[in-house]
């Protein structure tokens, strides 16, 4: 019974708090579909560059682990990109840093 009353009271403040939930899951709807393509690519290329043990296919191998490292060395560079050079807030806190540089503060 007191899950119940916990659950309908949960209920009711959701719906109270609705849109802010929806940005919230839009937030991480756009996380997630932008970190995909970044860990996912990175990882097909890992999983393909295992030696399967085929003297043909030893150059392919090779290849595919040069871009595997690669691209998850750079993975923090994108990351990075993403989600602080494309952010809206980092812009407007640069331009405030720029405009009204903070004061040095003398020891």
């Not at 009353?5 to 802010?20: G, M, N, Y």
């Not at 097909?44 to 150059?59: H, K």
């Amino acid at each position: 019974v007191m899950a119940l009353v916990q659950l309908f009271r949960t209920q009711k403040d959701t719906v109270a708090r609705s849109s802010s939930n929806i940005q919230i899951v839009k937030t991480t709807v756009k996380a997630a579909i932008l970190l995909l393509p970044i860990m996912g690519l990175t990882w097909v290329f890992g999983f393909i560059s295992l030696d399967y043990g085929v003297d043909a296919l030893r150059t392919l191998t090779l290849i595919f682990n040069i871009i595997f490292i690669v691209l998850n060395s750079l993975q923090g560079v994108f990351i990075f990109f993403f989600y602080v050079l494309r952010n809206e807030k980092v812009h407007a806190l640069h331009l405030c840093m720029c405009i009204y540089p903070p004061k040095a503060i003398s020891i």
